[in-house]
Structure formats: C-alpha cells, structure tokens
C-alpha cells in the first residue's frame, strides 16, 4: 500500500481506518438499502425478470434510482433504449459527483475511471473533506458494505417475491425518500446549504410535469454554484 | 427472462460506469480550481433535496400527494429530533403503509 498521494489531501486515518472508519459509517446505510433493494429485487420480477436478472443487474449497476426508473418504463410498456435512457437520466447527478472526486484519485485515467465506481449518494457525501477533496479509502469503504448489502437485499427479494407481497402497501415504497431525507438534513448545517437546498428542491418540482425523470434533479445541481459567490465566507 | 431485458441490464451497467468514470478520468490527475470547492460542498444539499422531494411528490411526470409524502414528512420531523437513519426509515414505512390500509 503506498499512501504517497494521500499527503497531499491532508489524510488523518492511515488508508485501512480509514477504510474501516468508510464501513462502520456505511453500515445504517447499508441496512437501509438492504430494504431499498429488496423492493427492486420484488417489482424487478413483477415486469419479467427472473430472479438471477434482477441479482446480477444489481451488482453490475448498483444504483437504486436507476434500476427503479428503468423497471418503471418497462412496466409502463417501453422499450430497452426508453429504460437505459431513463436510468441514465436518474444517473446523471453522479456526473458531478464523481467529476468532484476526481482530484482525490490517483493513478492512470483507468484507474481513476475505474476508483470513481465507488461513488454512490452516501458514500460520496460522508467521505467529504474539508476544502472539497475526498478520503477515497473512506469512500470505497463505505460503499463496500452498501453494495453487498445491496446485492444480499435484492437476492432477498427476487427469491422471496411470493412470500413479500404488495411492496406499495407495505409502506416500502418510502424506504428510498426517507433515506435521501436522512442523507439531506445531514447537509444543511448552515443558512446558505438550506438556502440552496430550498432553491434545487423548487427548482426540481417545477421541472417534474416537463421533462423526463431524473433531468429535475441534474438540473437541481446548478444551484450549488451559489458556491462561486462568497466561498471564502466558508473557508471550513 | 427475455433477450430485451438482459439488453437493459448490460445497457444500465454501461452507461452508469460511463457516467461514473468520465468525470475521473477526463479531470483527475490535477487539483480542481479553488473556487470550486464551494460549488462541490453545495452540490449535496442541492441534488439531496432534489432527490427527496421528486420521490416524495413525483408519480411519473405528474405531481401528487399521498401517503407516501405524509410519511416521509414524518420522518423527517423524527429525523430532525435526533432520530437515527433507520428510526426515520421506520416511522416513514410504517406510517405509508399504515396509511394506505386507512385509505
């Protein structure tokens, strides 16, 4: 293990706490998208997939809000093209996200392309420092655990499909908001967070009834370069 | 299962590592300019809230309140109190499919 280029971000933890301190934060996550995920492995064999489909498109893409907004157009009668385009419309918020973490990752072009898999929402918001770089041993660590999560959770619910029932009446539905809500209230620490998480969340129900899922939330995102103006203000 | 599912599958995995890797691989290897490190810590709040409030109030392309809303609303209340990540994911399950049985 060379952590060489970790100096340079300022890194407290040697890589493996850091690792470990990753799956220790990710583990109430993981635990909650375990449940997330067992929805998906349920409603996935609802529109025709058999239980390893809906396991292995799991832990290939591993990104709930996609594989829930490509289902959602395959039950609604779409094609393969409308699905993959939904989903890498609900995706593309890991644009920026991933672009953010870029100069926390060393190595060849490959390599970083292939480091920046790790980010999911969780991971990529708790392994946050301070001055806009990231503890990537942190950030792979915390995934670690919500992935196999996310995979256990979606084998649970392929195979068990018949014995869960009715995901919509046993609430599991708001399983995903209501985990984004804990991720989001952890964010506004102060006025000019809430200021801008009021402004992409107007920003994103407007745009609902006009434009495709997941283009609300993209768009939600130019608001955060409210954080031109005034950044020394928040030097911490 | 059919061939257009599986074509669904390897077509998320593709695009989804794409979107993931483009960033990386195009910027890594240099610092990102100081200014955006304010844009960077805003871009959560901004995306979090957007997440949250289409997947409380977006059925589709069409707006709406329901149970769902109510208990994720509730949730949140728990959350702001000092509940933990799957006190609020409980309240929130339970009071939507509480809810719907009423309903």
């Known amino acids: 293990m060379r952590a060489a280029a970790d100096a340079t971000s300022g890194a407290e933890l040697a890589p493996r706490e850091s690792f470990r301190a990753g799956m220790r934060a990710g583990l109430p996550f993981a635990a909650v998208g375990f449940i997330f995920s067992l929805s998906f492995g349920v409603l996935a064999r609802e529109v025709g997939f058999s239980a390893l489909g809906a396991i292995v498109m799991s832990a290939v893409v591993h990104a709930g809000s996609a594989q829930f907004a490509a289902i959602s157009i395959l039950a609604g009668g779409g094609g393969a093209v409308a699905a993959t385009t939904a989903a890498a419309l609900m995706n593309s918020r890991f644009l920026p996200m991933s672009a953010s973490v870029a100069p926390s990752l060393p190595g060849g072009w490959l390599r970083r392309a292939t480091q920046g898999q790790a980010v999911v929402d969780p991971s990529w918001a708790m392994a946050r420092r301070a001055g806009g770089s990231f503890d990537r041993h942190f950030l792979f660590g915390a995934t670690a655990v919500q992935y196999v999560a996310f995979v256990s959770g979606t084998a649970a619910g392929a195979l068990g499909a018949n014995v869960i029932g009715d995901i919509q009446a046993l609430g599991l539905d708001a399983v995903y908001p209501a985990f984004f809500l804990t991720l989001l209230l952890a964010e506004l620490r102060d006025r000019r967070a809430r200021l801008v998480a009021l402004a992409g969340g107007l920003i994103a129900v407007a745009l609902v009834p006009f434009t495709p899922a997941g283009i609300p939330v993209l768009a939600a995102s130019v608001v955060a370069f409210a954080g031109l103006a005034r950044s020394r203000r928040t030097a911490a | ?103």
Do not use: F, Y
Request: hydrophobic share 60%; proline share 5%; with cysteine.
């Open chain 2, 1 to 103: 299962m059919s061939t257009q599912l599986w074509i669904v599958v390897a077509g998320c995995a593709v695009v989804t590592a794409l979107i993931k890797g483009l960033g990386p691989a195009v910027l890594g290897g240099r610092p990102l300019p100081p200014w955006s490190a304010g844009v960077i810590g805003l871009l959560a709040p901004a995306l979090l809230a957007a997440l949250v409030v289409t997947s409380v109030l977006a059925d589709g392309q069409r707006l709406a309140v329901g149970a769902k809303t109510a208990g994720v609303a509730l949730a949140g209340i728990v959350l702001v109190r000092g509940g933990s990540v799957l006190t609020g994911v409980v309240v929130a399950v339970v009071t939507t499919a509480g809810l719907r049985a009423l309903g």
